[in-house]
Structure formats: structure tokens, C-alpha cells
């Protein structure tokens, strides 16, 4: 309905305005003022997207987005787009954005795989690799 695609709408704007807070389901559905299940279920239905998996899509985008465009750390970018661990951020940054295909080897789907670990170093090695890749592959 045109009530449920609003509320999904406000509750998508609320998160981009946001990235950087608490974006539990018990604060985003008090915001639209719905039960946390609710919020889920219409979420769910209207972009076929767990809130969470958007949440995290949401900010690593933005993380992306700084990466390009600043030169802050990627620890204060990890602050800056909600995540206080540095190590979650990392793990998600890499769940979501595709960097093992950036090196040789070949894994089980006979992809492009590199072994990562789990030092800074790596991640704005494997950040930087996801940037220039995707900007010579941009034009193609």
C-alpha cells in the first residue's frame, strides 16, 4: 500500500541521514511509530532486503563514497559510517564489496582469489585494488 511504501521510504531516508548512529530496529520502528517486527516485514516486502543487509549495504557504500573522495583514515571511516569495531567494518567491508577477484589463483568457481588477512595494511590495499579496479572496468 502507499502508507507501507512511505513509512519503508521514510525509514530508508532516516538511515542515509543516519549512516553514522544507532540504526537498531527498536530506534528506526519508534521513529515511524511501528513495532520492530512490523518494520522488518514491510521493509522486507517492499525492497526484498533485510534491514540489516541494507543497513550494511547503506554504509559501505558511503564508506566507498570516502574512500574515493577524502584522504581520512580508514579506521575514522569506519567511525564516520557507523561502525565502532574496526574489524567488523572490515569483515563486512569485504563481505560486500568484491575484492577477492583482484588477484590470481583460482578458487572453487574458478575465480580470481587473493588470501586475505586481517591487518589494516591489507584492507586499504584491498580497498585501493577495489577502487582502481572498478574505475578502469568503469568505461568498459
Known sequence: STSRRQRQMCIETDIEQNLNEDLSR???AGKVFLSEDYVSKIF???????????IAER????AKEYLRGSSLP????????GYENFSYFSKTFRELVDVHQMSTGADKNNKKTMSITKKRSDLKRDVKRHLFFNTQTAGK
Open 26 to 28: 527498536s530506534v528506526l
Open 44 to 54: 522486507m516486502k517492499t525492497t526484498g532486503m533485510s534491514l540489516p543487509n541494507y
Open 59 to 62: 554504509r559501505i557504500e558511503r
Open 74 to 81: 580508514i579506521s575514522k571511516i569506519a567511525m564516520e559510517v
